[in-house]
């Protein structure tokens, strides 16, 4: 066997830029057999085609230089089983034509003939010229295999080249022959590796502007470079400079290569941002429809119409004015408007025609539409947006009946549909009544709370006479189903029972979306997970059952507090821990330390203060809130101990002092009526006020006792914990002593308030409730009550001066002291409305909020807020005024770390002169932690 080692180019091909052509196909009406293979460099010309008339069975085979010129064409008349072949160095120069009549067996004794295919088997491949990748990689990508037998030229030596081609990988493809052993080839893969990334920087920008570039631009080091990946850097770049309101940018990318790395290049994005350019006038063509007859419209439905229509003095359907409402992200400029930028960002501004188009559905515009916009330079800094609407007919509603419903009548679903005839056609309202209403009374609702699950309305439009509009509402009702499996899943700490435990989805009960949704509120409140993906779905067998997964992303539960407080005239520090997810069972359990025992649902609390000279406390809590596990019945324990003195030296005769132990034991349960909302909670206490030399009201020196015992009643359904959109919150509680006066004790017979205050005895009643509105968007309203009252049961024994009320500032002293019950109220100093040291019996407080979201991240949740409230308090319910009442208004931040808990930062106004702390109308800052100031 003859070994041959001149190595013949099968097929060379130079890869191009962004457009990856394929190898050019010689087209001709009479050439047979014939292969034109192609490359174009930076200019993509298209591959040369080889046209004759009488050359037959020939190959033409070119490269392309420097100057990416078409490849030449091989033209002869006479020429027979012709060959030409072409390999390209580094400067890709033209490649020769080879033109002879005896070039059929041009190559020693045993030529590979191009005239006809032969059949060889691949003894071996080798892969050149790569540095980066793989070449088995490569080998396995082409399709060819040792031991394969391929034709020689054939199709799948083609394919082998067109599928490396595919990849984007290279800028020159060659596939030769190295050897030939009779039947059997060996093959060589030339390639020539693309550029790759060595490093990017943005030139021309600020920092925080390169950092958002960086975010924005898919491109790192190693990312094979082609002219379709210049391109996407160049459009992510613009996006990104565009959404800021640079409209007029200029981006230029600079190429170098990296001396340090071979085939690698370091790109500079070289950045001219221009004039930020913002939209300096919003106006509408084609809005002539009038407004309809205000008659017969409620009245908080007026009410929203005028609101509206503030301006309006033509009284148009939709005024220009009104149609710039309707744009949630682009605005025009106005000096007033300081929370949102007038930038012009295309994707917005898209958005935005189609909230247009929401609100003119709603006003029975039907046939709505956008006919063109349009955006024009004012000027280098301001650009106009000119919008042009087709309004159409307004229409109303007529006729609306139903087919197919059993279980409810007719009247009954147009009750819920609450819709008339010849209303305005609102698709927004319709579809909400039917399907689903935030408040519940839809349609479905009625169904889904029965059972029906599979149930089913189509509403068909039956007639459209003029401007109104007839609809059938087709209902199949189905078969009643119940909650089969009922599962937890994204829980990563959480054990499942204590999950599942706080549903309201019991398997074996009838489906209702009601409790659905009450579940998923039950979940939120629990704070051990993402408020916004908390999620339930529900899945129907074949028996006629429901199988419900709920779907959960755990959040940190777990709070830590650093804290510094103001109290007394000194600052007080604070740290604690707070494990809102605790598992006693698992505390000998190693394997479960991550870093503490957790899973159970039980609460465990260390806290402690001091301010490092004359004041220090400790205090813990445990709660198990599932007793025995299986009931809703919660167990809480607590301890505390505080010292305060007055400061002085302890050897010092005037030193005094006060010190405070305190415990106490709660059951709470959860009640089935009136619903499943109503928690009570029941609790005995004890505290030991031990006085020695220290002025507590009357009393200077001696020992209090106070055993109580108290009672709470409360109800929440809120559908957020920490930033509830919708629901209520009610408490009601009493707090009891026993009447000793009644009992026999001569104790308060007694002159000495030392001695007469020995046991404590009042009772004490508070109430709070808490509204939450969802009117706009993200808006949200919250208005809040608070009362309390402290009195005796008999009128011959005082008031004790412990356990009262004490208004004003934050409510935050950072000290227990004398069992004081602490009510902030903002604009005014800490105890500006009772003072530091007489305390009330009575108060009570009124407070209206605006808040709106800025991150509901359950990392990092941050809203804004605006606040009017107003309060007072009274040392003797004789002098109870519910008119004299301190006012206030502000602003203010909520931060709520998932580690951490709530922090607030507050700024309060004081319209009226207090009767202690600062006189005179005052701002005051406020600091607040763990939603003390949200009650």
Do not use: C
């Amino acid at each position: 066997m003859v070994t041959y080692r001149k190595t013949l180019l099968i097929a060379v091909l130079i890869a191009a830029g962004a457009i990856y052509g394929n190898p050019a196909q010689a087209q001709t009406d009479s050439v047979a057999q014939s292969q034109v293979s192609t490359s174009a460099g930076a200019v993509y010309s298209s591959p040369a085609q080889a046209q004759t008339d009488s050359v037959a069975q020939s190959q033409v085979s070119t490269s392309d230089g420097t100057g990416y010129s078409s490849p030449a064409q091989a033209q002869t008349d006479s020429v027979a089983q012709s060959q030409v072949s072409t390999s390209d160095g580094a400067v890709y120069s033209n490649p020769a034509q080879a033109q002879t009549n005896s070039a059929v067996q041009s190559q020693d004794d045993d030529n590979v003939s191009y005239t006809s295919a032969k059949e060889y088997q691949i003894a071996g491949i080798t892969v050149s010229g790569v540095s980066y990748l793989d070449p088995s990689a490569i080998v396995q990508l082409s399709g060819l295999a040792v031991g394969q037998t391929v034709k020689i030229p054939g199709e799948t030596i083609s394919a082998a080249i067109d599928k490396l081609w595919k990849q984007s990988l290279f800028e020159g493809i060659s596939l030769s022959i190295k050897a030939i052993e009779g039947e059997r080839v060996y093959l060589d893969i030339a390639l020539e590796e693309r550029p790759r990334l060595s490093s990017i920087t943005y030139d021309g920008v600020k920092k925080s502007m390169g950092t958002k570039l960086k975010e924005a631009v898919s491109a790192k080091t190693g990312d094979v470079l082609n002219d379709y990946k210049f391109s996407q850097i160049e459009k992510s770049v613009r996006k990104v400079l565009v959404e800021k309101g640079y409209l007029n940018n200029e981006v230029q990318i600079l190429k170098k290569a990296d001396t340090a790395n071979p085939n690698a290049i370091i790109l500079t994005v070289k950045i001219k941002t221009g004039a930020r350019v913002k939209v300096g006038a919003i106006t509408f063509e084609g809005n002539d429809a009038m407004q309809t007859d205000a008659k017969g419209l409620k009245t908080w439905d007026k009410l929203k119409r005028w609101a509206k229509n503030v301006g309006n003095k033509e009284h148009k359907a939709f005024s220009d004015a009104m149609l710039r409402k309707t744009f949630k992200e682009t605005k025009q400029k106005a000096w007033w408007r300081f929370w949102k930028r007038s930038k012009y960002v295309p994707s917005a501004f898209k958005t935005d025609l189609e909230n247009t188009g929401k609100a003119y559905n709603k006003e029975g515009f039907r046939d709505f539409r956008v006919t063109s916009d349009s955006v024009y330079n004012i000027s280098p800094k301001l650009v106009g947006i000119k919008v042009k609407l087709y309004e159409g007919n307004r229409y109303r509603f007529g006729n609306i009946s139903f087919t197919g419903n059993k279980k409810y009548t007719e009247k009954q679903l147009l009750a819920v549909l609450n819709i008339k005839k010849g209303e305005v056609f609102n698709e927004e309202k319709f579809n909400t009544n039917l399907t689903m209403n935030p408040q519940g009374d839809d349609i479905n609702a009625m169904y889904y709370d029965d059972g029906y699950l599979f149930f089913t309305a189509t509403p068909v439009e039956t007639r459209v006479y003029g401007d109104t509009v007839d609809i059938n509402i087709r209902i199949f009702e189905g078969q009643q189903a119940r909650f089969n499996e009922v599962s937890i899943a994204g829980n990563t700490r959480t054990n499942d029972y204590v999950i599942l435990r706080e549903t309201r989805t019991i398997p074996g009960q009838l489906f209702s979306r009601t409790e659905l949704i009450n579940s998923i509120s039950a979940l939120r409140t629990m704070r051990y997970f993402n408020d916004e993906t908390i999620d339930a779905n529900p899945t129907a067998n074949p028996d006629g059952s429901a199988n419900l997964a709920y779907t959960v992303e755990e959040t940190g539960s777990d709070q830590l507090e650093l804290s510094g407080g103001w109290g007394a005239g000194t600052i007080v520090g604070t740290i604690g821990v707070v494990f809102n997810n605790f598992s006693v069972r698992n505390i000998f359990k190693k394997d479960r330390w991550k870093p503490l025992p957790s899973g159970d649902g039980q609460q465990f609390s260390l806290r402690a203060q001091s301010n490092g000279t004359w004041y220090w406390s400790v205090s813990t809590s445990f709660t198990e809130p599932w007793l025995g596990g299986k009931k809703p019945v919660s167990l809480s324990v607590s301890y505390h101990h505080s010292m305060q003195s007055n400061g002085l030296s302890k050897a010092n005769p005037l030193y005094g002092r006060m010190d405070i132990d305190g415990a106490s034991i709660g059951i709470g349960q959860r009640l089935k009526w009136p619903d499943d909302f109503f928690m009570l909670y029941n609790s005995i206490s004890f505290s030991r006020y031990n006085v020695r030399n220290y002025s507590i009201g009357p009393i200077d020196s001696g020992v209090s006792n106070n055993i109580y015992y108290s009672i709470s009643l409360s109800r929440q359904n809120l559908d957020a914990a920490l930033f509830p959109r919708m629901g209520s919150t009610l408490s009601l509680s009493v707090e009891l002593t026993p009447p000793w006066s009644y009992l026999g004790s001569t104790a308060y017979r007694e002159d000495n308030p030392n001695d007469r205050f020995k046991w404590l005895e009042y009772y004490k009643v508070s109430m709070r409730a808490g509204w939450y509105f969802n009117p706009i968007d993200k808006l949200v309203f919250n208005l809040r009550f608070r009362v309390g009252y402290m009195g005796s049961y008999n009128k011959k024994v005082a008031v004790p001066p412990f356990e009262r009320f004490y208004m004003g500032g934050d409510g935050l002293t950072g000290m227990e002291l004398d069992g004081r019950e602490l009510i902030g109220l903002r604009g005014y100093s800490n105890n500006a409305i009772t003072g530091d040291y007489t305390g009330s019996t009575t108060y009570t407080k009124f407070t209206f909020e605006i808040r709106y979201p800025i991150s509901l991240n359950p990392a990092a949740m941050i809203y804004a807020l605006a606040f009017f409230e107003s309060g007072n308090a009274w040392a003797e319910s004789q002098k109870i005024n519910p008119f004299n009442l301190y006012k206030s208004a502000g602003l203010g931040v909520r931060l709520n770390l998932s580690s951490m808990g709530m922090f607030g930062l507050d700024w309060g106004y004081g319209f009226d002169d207090a009767p202690y702390g600062e006189q005179g109308k005052r701002s005051h800052f406020h600091f607040s932690i763990n939603q003390s100031l949200d009650w």
